[in-house]
């Protein structure tokens, strides 16, 4: 099993950044798949990126792509979520989480690819 600790969340403005980091637990950190999602109130829980185990592949859902970038130190245990040119519609609580079931050599963006999450980091976006 792997604990995950988010942080890096806070208010900013439209048009500003946030880095948020994922911290994990244990020694097989580099086992895992990593993701982003985020769930804004009254809303589904969406997929925001992921990270191939290694960290050589990465996918992004399509209203993120360009702002948005994620990373992984193994030596670290962290996962890093850079998020630029943030807009209102980017408030959400995000989430980072860990998948050991697949087995290519990519991620995928699905809730049930991810076995541990973390406890979510408040991100708001003012106007």
């Known amino acids: 099993q792997v604990q995950l600790v988010e942080s890096g969340g806070g208010l900013v403005q439209a048009g500003g950044s946030l880095r948020l980091s994922c911290a994990a637990s244990?020694?097989?950190?580099?086992?895992?798949?990593m993701g982003w999602f985020r769930q804004a109130p009254g809303k589904e829980r969406e997929f925001v990126a992921c990270?191939?185990?290694?960290?050589?592949?990465?996918y992004y859902e399509d209203f993120v792509k360009g702002r948005f970038t994620i990373s992984r130190d193994n030596a670290k245990n962290t996962v890093y979520l850079q998020m630029n040119s943030l807009k209102p519609e980017d408030t959400a609580v995000y989430y980072c989480?860990?998948?050991?079931?697949?087995?290519?050599?990519?991620?995928?963006?699905?809730?049930?690819?991810?076995?541990?999450w973390g406890q979510g980091t408040q991100v708001t976006v003012s106007s």
């Open positions: 989480a860990a998948g050991s079931a697949y087995s290519g050599s990519g991620c995928l963006g699905g809730n049930d690819e991810y076995d541990y």
């Open positions: 244990g020694r097989t950190f580099s086992s895992y798949v």
């Open positions: 990270i191939s185990r290694r960290g050589f592949r990465t």
